[in-house]
């Protein structure tokens, strides 16, 4: 864009003219005018000031992600948990990785080895998916990104990563009871081989080849009065009884006709419920979030 400057030559004759300003008055003023035009020409506006994010931007870079959990293979019926944060055994120790994605298009990482990598991010197909170029340049769909949870599956890949803002605890202000009770859940995940370094991931919300299909649509209520209600995809209803011991970190349910089984509780809020078998040597290991009537999850809140 072409800018007229002001010819610093005239100035003079202007505070000479002008009898409405005095000359030093008029001569600040023009000098002003000139550099401001100056200015105007030739500064870069700072790309952070000028991007506007959408509303997923805005999420996506007000905080900086961590790994709760991370699968391989998960397109197959073979998929691996292979780091989890509450794990004694994981194959990969992502316990240092960190991400941020800068409001200006950038990011930085940390490593599972400690490494500081730098780069850039974008969204694309109508903000279905995320480029990430750094050392290299990969491409993964967003499955899901809510204020503190972004999972990503990588494109033509066989990884999938559960990244959080904060990591799940157990609310200690409350009882059990009152944790459990009130509400309707469905299994988010559900592991075998719970205490091997890779464990078999066989149910997970929108994964392809679930080996154990019976948790599909799976909801399990706790009553206040000691019993519980298994409603499965079918239709079929399961009644039984739950209860908890005395320092509220185990929880046993006995289904009406059969065997019972005791879990350790892991995390226990009011939208999150994880437990690990106790009874069978600690290989099963469920993750069960709060269901809600609109086929979201309030769990992955």
């Known amino acids: 864009m072409h800018t007229t400057r002001f010819n610093i030559e005239y ?12 000359l030093v008055s008029l001569c600040v003023v023009a000098l002003l ?18 991007i506007v994010l959408s509303a997923k931007g805005k999420i996506l870079t ?19 948990l292979v780091w989890k944060t509450n794990r004694t055994a994981n194959t990969l120790d992502l316990r240092l990785n960190k991400v941020k994605f800068n409001k200006d298009g950038s990011y930085w ?3 599972e080895k400690g490494d500081s990598l730098k780069g850039t991010w974008q969204f694309i197909n109508n903000e ?5 170029n750094g050392t290299t340049t990969f491409t993964s769909d967003i499955r899901v990104l809510t204020e503190n949870q972004f999972e990503w599956e990588v494109v033509n890949g066989t990884t999938y990563g559960v990244m959080m803002k ?20 469905k299994y988010e995940t559900y592991f075998y081989n ?51 011991n005395s320092d509220a970190t185990r929880i046993t349910v006995t289904p009406n006709g059969g065997m019972s089984f005791v879990a350790d509780i892991k995390v226990l809020n009011g939208t999150r419920f994880e437990w690990n078998r106790v009874d069978q040597s ?18 992955r809140r």
């Open 33 to 50: 005018a000139t550099t401001s035009s100056s200015c105007e020409k030739d500064e870069t506006p700072n790309p952070a000031d000028t």
């Open 194 to 244: 719970f205490p091997l370094a890779s464990a078999d991931l066989v149910w997970r919300i929108g994964k392809p080849n679930n080996t154990f299909t019976t948790l599909d649509q799976l909801t399990v209520e706790y009553k206040a009065d000691g019993t519980s209600v298994e409603t499965y995809k079918d239709g079929t209803v399961v009644y039984g009884t739950w209860s908890v």
């Open 109 to 111: 990482e940390i490593t």
């Open 62 to 80: 007000d905080t900086i992600w961590r790994y709760y959990e991370y699968y391989k293979d998960f397109q197959t019926s073979g998929s691996k």
């Open 282 to 299: 600690y290989y099963y290991y469920g993750e069960q979030i709060v269901a809600d009537t609109t086929g979201g999850s309030a769990g």
């Open 128 to 132: 279905t998916q995320i480029v990430v």
């Open 11 to 22: 100035m003079p004759y202007i505070c000479y003219m002008n009898k409405l300003f005095s």
């Open 166 to 185: 904060r990591f799940p605890e157990s609310d200690k202000s409350k009882t059990a009871a009152q944790l459990l009770t009130g509400k309707k859940w």
